[in-house]
């Protein structure tokens, strides 16, 4: 990143999945809180800033890492008359993360920090960083968009943050979108005072830079200087989100001196990720997890149960007596381009199929729950699906884009069975629920395994906060995986990779019910029993390299 020339950085909420330690130690901090020895060695660190105004320690009631900062940039421009100067520009940048990392790592982070909501934050601190001199703030703000009530431990708080007054752009990200993008469909970007094609929210030049360096998010400011202040001309400005792939499908070239620098790290990670684990006969996959491909979940539910069923017999006698279950879902389904699908073929399975089939870094998580509660989760869950109008004759979107894969759990389990009916509006479509055979009553108790993220509230599930989580395991959900497959040793579709719990209930409509996956996947579809999947278009038409599939909900 130095080589790079970065000249600022904000801190996300991943950044504390590995403990304060570890991340005082990489980010060459020097953390004043518990459980941090101020002598250990550390590492150099990043010759840029790095701003966070949101997490304070406990211990000192101050923050980690800076609030804010101002860099000084000397910028070439033109005069009244159009002679070229130069001018110095002050550019505050302030740094916010959601404030629930503090219930996502609590075995990290319980009594070590504390967080404030980004809006009080801000409030705090813009006009602190005006009166130091700052001609422009930009907030460098890891969250999303969301418009419901604010709350000061709201995850996706940067539709309020853009109301701010003072704030002049910013830089957003967490839910993984593309921002700005004239053709996403993303509920988070149909807001009012949310423009998609121009990059502002509430007026505010932002922009989303999807995941994982895909894409780099350019805010270009025009500016104009009154005589004793910089003012961003709002009409010249523009905001893009430009992707590291283009059109012709090829790539962007590689930085050769960035390339040279992390060749062995690279070269490493490949090879350490290539470690076999065991071998499977069966391809996992998420093309079709939207419809009902267990193959890519069901393997994450088989481990996560053994894991919690274990513990439970050995040191919960208490909860002996109840049924554990398995909440997992499909991280990768397309959402950051056509590439982006869990694919692990039969054969061989190694530590990189492991981290496609587990993407975060999350702990196992298990918490106790009714059968009312359980009706819940699976409930919000199935508000991945958009509404669906029986009688409709024209074409009806089968997938809410703007509600995420992550979000969708599922049991995949021959003992739990329901339906989702998407002909129903949120909040009333799970029906015919049963365990065994039997309807789940009501005040019926589960013990179901998770992750950090979701027992905590992570998602805004109804009931989850952290309060019914009956284990919290010291062990990453991963690690986890990669200790079934190794003990299992052989993965086999019929053990492994076709339960499956959930149906929709059948539905005659008048039009093709339809959604995008990968072209040239429909025989995986058929491997999987769906059998009222078909394809429609080998392109989509929208140019991301999609295929149309439909599903016929009468089937």
Not at 142 to 170: T, W
Not at 358 to 377: C, E, F, I, M, Q
Request: hydrophobic content about 45%; aromatic content about 8%.
């Amino acid at each position: 990143m130095n080589q790079l020339g970065v000249e600022g950085s904000g801190i996300g909420n991943h950044e504390f999945n590995y403990g304060l330690a570890y991340l005082n130690q990489v980010t060459g901090s020097r953390f004043d809180v518990d459980g941090v020895d101020p002598a250990r060695p550390r590492c150099a660190g990043p010759a840029f800033p790095q701003v966070l105004a949101n997490v304070y320690s406990s211990k000192t009631q101050t923050q980690l890492f800076a609030p804010y900062r101002i860099i000084s940039k000397q910028v070439s421009a033109f005069d009244a008359h159009g002679k070229p100067v130069s001018a110095i520009v002050n550019i505050g940048i302030i740094g916010f993360t959601p404030p629930t990392i503090v219930a996502w790592d609590q075995r990290w982070l319980e009594g070590k920090v504390y967080t404030e909501g980004v809006v009080e934050t801000a409030l705090k601190y813009i006009p602190q960083m005006r009166a130091e001199g700052a001609d422009l703030v930009i907030a460098i703000s890891h969250g999303g968009l969301d418009a419901a009530a604010y709350s000061l431990s709201m995850e996706n708080g940067n539709y309020h943050l853009s109301k701010v007054a003072g704030i002049d752009a910013m830089l957003i990200g967490h839910s993984h979108q593309v921002f700005p993008d004239a053709a996403s469909r993303v509920e988070q970007f149909k807001l009012p005072g949310v423009d998609k094609v121009a990059g502002t929210v509430n007026g505010v030049p932002t922009t989303m830079a999807n995941l994982w360096g895909k894409h780099l998010g350019v805010i270009k400011l025009h500016l104009n200087y009154d005589g004793a202040r910089w003012l961003v001309d709002k009409r010249l400005t523009t905001v893009e989100a430009r992707s590291t792939q283009r059109a012709d499908q090829s790539f962007v070239a590689p930085d050769a001196q960035v390339a040279a620098l992390i060749a062995g790290e690279h070269a490493a990670t490949i090879a350490y990720v290539k470690t076999p684990l065991g071998t499977s006969d069966y391809r996992m996959s998420s093309y079709f997890a939207d419809v009902g491909d267990m193959s890519a979940i069901a393997i994450v539910n088989h481990a996560q149960l053994d894991y919690v069923a274990r513990y439970v017999k050995a040191n919960l006698p208490q909860y002996a007596a109840l049924p554990v279950l398995s909440m997992a879902a499909a991280f990768k389904i397309g959402s950051a381009g056509v590439s982006d699908f869990t694919d692990v073929p039969a054969g061989s399975v190694a530590l990189n199929n492991a981290a496609d089939l587990y993407l975060y870094p999350n702990s196992l998580h298990a918490v106790k729950v009714d059968g009312a509660g359980l009706a819940a989760w699976l409930e919000h869950g199935a508000a991945r699906f958009n509404t669906i109008d029986p009688a409709k004759n024209a074409a009806q979107e089968l997938v809410n884009s703007g509600f995420p894969s992550y979000n969708f759990d599922t049991l995949t389990s021959a003992d739990v069975s329901y339906e989702i009916d998407v002909t129903q509006p949120i909040g009333r479509r799970i029906g015919k629920l049963a365990y065994r055979g039997k309807a789940v009553e009501p005040m019926q108790q589960f013990i179901v395994a998770t992750n950090n993220y979701r027992a905590s509230g992570g998602g805004g599930f109804p009931g989850l906060d952290g309060s019914k989580t009956v284990l919290a395991s010291p062990d990453a959900n991963r690690d986890v995986l990669i200790a079934y497959i190794k003990t299992a040793k052989q993965l086999t579709a019929a053990a492994h990779g076709v339960q499956r719990s959930w149906r929709f209930a059948k539905v005659k409509t008048a039009g093709p019910v339809v959604f995008r996956s990968k072209p040239g996947m429909i025989e995986l579809a058929r491997a999987a029993g769906l059998n009222n999947v078909a394809l429609l278009r080998l392109d989509d038409g929208g140019g991301k390299g999609f295929a149309l599939y439909s599903v016929d909900l009468s089937q």
